[in-house]
């Protein structure tokens, strides 16, 4: 191996042009696959992203939920029923829906939006902007603003904005950063008090919220909370789930996987960049190997074994592969950084992604040399000196 790769090396570093344009080639496929898997990845991330900022041991939720941006509700004494277990410090209730109609400061157009209703006295999210303002939703018809909601439709986010929620004059007491998904593209925050206020429900001569769309436990410390999540499922009736925070997250992340059709699409995507790196890569060899077939020959005339000279053209394609790669996971982290400011959505870098990625480039390119690598195999060096 030590004699082959220089030869291999050589040959892929001869032609500084060539190589430039091979590199462009597989680079090219090499992005498409990281979009494509990025957004795949995004849609997951920025699907539990709430789960994962909520202060919470354990999440009720009704059994008829099967993600969290539905409108599924259980009632509210279930809340008060999982306090009967001792363990059990806190049940605070989270108020959803994704039918708020926002009217746009900006240009007056109305919009869906989800809004959450909160106790304003009780620790709900693990997001600093909202605790530190939580006092501010005391105050009626008042909103805190995620940032990163889509401003095309929703207009500026910043504390002091009038506008109309679900019909009434509401102010904007603060903001905060979320970040939107594919299903949700804005976020309001209120107070319970005022979420009733906005969505009172039936006619009703004294409304109040009788249903929760999640419950958040928290258990006191030293609890075991597999013990706790065993009692409350024994006891609670069946109209209610009980899932610790990763299950919730698993939960969340099998509807978008088994359930919706927007993963397989991204999927796909990551494949078609597959062929389409491997058809480039079998292109960009053949090209070369043309050109090199003389040479490839007289190493057959001399007595090199086509073991050999398959070697050689599988290394030139590892090669190849690899000195393409590190500079696609740099354009590809440009473009997620770009693409994450102008969505709002989380496309994140992991390791786990690059070393799936550079799995995947060099499976693609050295497939490509082991088609490719039939012109040299098949040379007669008497055809080619005659």
């Known amino acids: 191996m030590a004699a082959r790769v220089p030869l291999a090396w050589r040959n892929l570093t001869f032609n500084k042009r060539r190589l430039l ?3 462009a ?6 992005i498409l696959m990281f979009m494509e898997l990025g957004y795949k990845n995004a849609l997951f991330d920025s699907s539990y992203e709430m789960i994962r900022l909520l202060d919470a041991d354990l999440f009720l939720i009704s059994s008829a939920m099967d993600r969290t941006a539905s409108n599924a509700e259980f009632p509210r004494r279930r809340l008060f029923q999982a306090l009967e277990n001792t363990e059990v410090a806190s049940a605070v209730p989270l108020y959803m829906t994704l039918a708020g109609e926002w009217r746009n400061p900006e240009d007056g157009k109305r919009a869906g939006i989800r809004v959450i209703g909160i106790p304003a006295d009780e620790s709900v999210f693990l997001i600093p902007e909202i605790r530190t303002q939580q006092h501010l939703l005391r105050q009626p018809d008042t ?8 401003r095309f439709k929703y207009g500026r986010a910043e504390a002091g904005v009038l506008s109309e929620l679900a019909g009434r004059t509401v102010q904007v007491a603060g903001v905060f950063s979320l970040g939107p998904t594919f299903a949700v593209d804005g976020t309001l925050v209120t107070s319970d008090h005022n979420f009733l206020r906005f969505f009172p429900g039936p006619q009703d001569p004294q409304p109040k919220l009788k249903s929760a769309s999640m419950g958040l436990l928290r258990v006191r410390p030293g609890a075991d909370l597999k013990s706790v999540q065993e009692a409350l499922r024994g006891y609670l009736p069946g109209d209610v789930q009980v899932l ?21 699409v991204f999927n796909m995507g990551a494949f078609v960049g597959f062929v389409v790196g491997m058809v480039i890569c ?9 050109d090199q077939l003389p040479q490839f020959a007289t190493l057959k005339a001399i007595g090199h074994s086509n073991r050999y000279l398959f070697q050689v053209v599988v290394t030139h394609s590892l090669f190849l592969s690899l000195v393409s790669f590190f500079p696609a996971v740099g354009c590809s982290y440009l473009l997620y950084e770009f693409l994450s400011g102008v969505t709002g959505l989380l ?7 690059i070393l799936m990625m550079l799995v995947l480039t060099v499976a693609m390119c050295t497939a490509a040399g082991s088609i490719a690598v039939r012109k040299v195999l098949s040379v007669d060096p008497a055809d080619l000196f005659r």
């Not at 080639?25 to 090499?30: E, K, P, Q, T």
């Not at 299950?247 to 919706?260: G, H, P, T, V």
């Not at 079998?282 to 043309?290: A, E, G, R």
């Open 21 to 23: 344009v091979s590199m």
């Open 143 to 150: 909103v805190l603003m995620d940032t990163q909601s889509r």
């Open 347 to 353: 496309m994140r870098m992991s390791v786990a992604l």
């Open 282 to 290: 079998y292109q960009i060899l053949f090209t070369d190997l043309s």
């Open 244 to 264: 610790t925070k990763p299950e919730m997250i698993a939960f969340e992340k099998d509807y978008w996987l088994k359930q919706s059709t927007i993963a397989p």
């Open 25 to 30: 080639g597989v680079m090219f496929a090499v």
